[in-house]
């Protein structure tokens, strides 16, 4: 049974910092992208960052580039990390982690195609106050 487990959202002011987790368990992600993904009611989804186990190749949105890092733990290689600094008040969200089997894509096209990632977690409210 595949579950991820996402923590670390809070309320934050404008130029503050957060770092999300997210525990996954009961896959192996050697084949497998790992994503932040974002969505704000009304809007549609928006990957915020991405990592390829296969490729070692990282994705950020242009919105976050520079703020934001994507890690994972080096030891278990099943949780990973966004760090999250200089926030601004658009980057409020709930923010879920994603994996999915992306052999048959592209890096590129995998990261930001949010329909292809088959696991999520529950969401994670990150909410920046101006």
């Known amino acids: 049974d595949v579950q991820l487990q996402a923590s670390g959202g809070g309320l934050v002011q404008a130029g503050g910092s957060l770092r999300l987790s997210c525990a996954v368990s009961g896959i192996t992600l050697d084949d497998y992208a790992m994503s932040w993904i974002r969505q704000v009611p009304g809007k549609e989804r928006e990957v915020v960052s991405c990592?390829?186990?296969?490729?070692?190749?990282?994705?950020y949105a242009d919105s976050v580039k520079g703020r934001f890092t994507i890690s994972s733990d080096s030891n278990t290689e099943n949780e990973v990390f966004l760090q999250m600094n200089s926030l601004k008040p658009e980057d409020t969200a709930i923010y879920y982690c994603?994996?999915?089997?992306?052999?048959?894509?592209?890096?590129?096209?995998?990261?930001?195609?949010?329909?292809?990632?088959?696991?999520w977690g529950q969401g994670t409210q990150v909410t920046v106050s101006s």
């Open positions: 994603a994996t999915g089997d992306q052999k048959a894509y592209t890096s590129d096209y995998f990261c930001t195609s949010p329909h292809l990632f088959t696991y």
């Open positions: 990592t390829s186990k296969s490729d070692g190749s990282t994705y």
